[in-house]
Each structure stands twice: as C-alpha cells, then as structure tokens.
C-alpha cells in the first residue's frame, strides 16, 4: 500500500483551491489589472500617455473570425452603461481574443493610452470582472 507524504495531502487541497477562481481561466489571456492610477472612463480621452486603471461596461466585442482577412483588428466597447450601442460615453480599447469579456458586465481594467489626444489609441493590458 502506498501513502502520500503528509505535507501532499495538505497542499493538494490548497491547489484545487486555486485552481478554482471565476471558470475563465483558461481562457483568459491576459493578467488581472496592475496597480496603475485609477481614471473614470469619460477622462481617458484627455489623459498622458500611459497605463490607467478604469472601470466601466463592456457594451460590445468586435471579433474576426479565426479563418477571415478583416480589416479591424480585434475590439471591444467599454462604456459607462450596458447595451448603449454606441455608448454614450465611452472607448475602443484593442484586445487579443476579446471574447474573453462578456457584453453587458461590468470589469475593471489596465488600458494603455498611446498616441496624441486627437488620435489615440487604447490597448487593453489587464482585467478582472467586477460582477
């Protein structure tokens, strides 16, 4: 018969604890937001370049299918409310596999802003969901 040593049995719990947080997991491409300064989404436009935490909806995901040529690069809406198409107040963040996020739920998230203020440039950089 054979036994575990004593300190398995007591971290193999702990793993499965870990290994259990909100089911997207494995989807998830990108880590959860760092400790950047926070800004409401409707100042984003007028910030310095930089890395900012805000929070808001995600009011749509814009998404080229695997085996297509589109001319967007992949997308999302993050506004102040769910479902205003477009939202009234907020911004196009670009995002590897944006379908990772779910239309209609509220994130906080590490956005990069690149570019002058007349033509910038979101790029998404961390998440965590909110609700």
């Known amino acids: 018969m054979y036994f575990l040593p004593m300190r398995t049995l007591l971290l193999l719990p702990l793993l499965v604890l870990l290994g259990c947080d909100s089911g997207d997991l494995a989807e998830r491409t990108y880590p959860f937001p ?10 984003m ?6 890395v900012y935490n ?3 909806i995600v009011a749509s995901v814009s998404e080229c299918p695997p085996d ?14 769910a479902f205003d198409d477009p939202p009234q107040i907020g911004i196009r963040v670009f995002a590897n596999r944006p379908t990772q996020l779910q239309a209609g739920a509220r994130y906080r ?4 802003a690149t570019g ?10 961390g998440y965590e969901r909110l609700d």
């Open 109 to 112: 998230m590490s956005i990069e």
């Open 54 to 56: 805000t929070e808001g």
């Open 34 to 43: 760092g400790a950047h300064a926070a800004v409401p989404i409707e100042a």
């Open 68 to 81: 297509a040529d589109c001319l967007l690069p992949d997308s999302f809406m993050l506004g102040q409310h």
């Open 116 to 125: 002058s203020v007349e033509a910038r440039t979101y790029e998404l950089r």
């Open 45 to 50: 436009i007028a910030v310095d370049e930089g």
